[in-house]
Nanobody, 120 residues
């Protein structure tokens, strides 16, 4: 079992930055790939970024590539999402998730989400 709690969301102007954190509990955190997803109002949840358990493999959605960076600290059981050059269309609830691999279709565990609002 892995429990996930996101933090770091908030209101930021376009062009600004935020760093989201996701704290995980459970001894098996370091064996899971971790991902970030987001859901904008009225839209389906979409993939944003993911990182393998070792940190050696990452993948990003085209919409965030070059602006967002995922990282993890297995000693702290925490995964981060650094978001730079934010745009109004990045406004969404951001969720972290855990899965057996970075290419997983099914993500086993989810956090409760943190709101990110980007004003124009």
């Amino acid at each position: 079992q892995v429990q996930l709690v996101e933090s770091g969301g908030g209101l930021v102007q376009a062009g600004g930055s935020l760093r989201l954190s996701c704290a995980a509990s459970g001894r098996t955190f370091s064996t899971y790939a971790m991902g970030w997803f987001r859901q904008a109002p009225g839209k389906a949840r979409e993939f944003a970024a993911a990182m393998s358990w070792s940190g050696g493999s990452t993948r990003y959605a085209d919409s965030v590539k070059g602006r967002f960076t995922i990282s993890r600290d297995n000693a702290k059981n925490t995964v981060y999402l650094q978001m730079n050059n934010l745009k109004p269309e990045d406004t969404a609830v951001y969720y972290c998730a855990a899965a057996p691999s970075v290419a997983a279709r099914l993500w086993n565990y989810w956090g409760q989400g943190t709101q990110v609002t980007v004003s124009s």
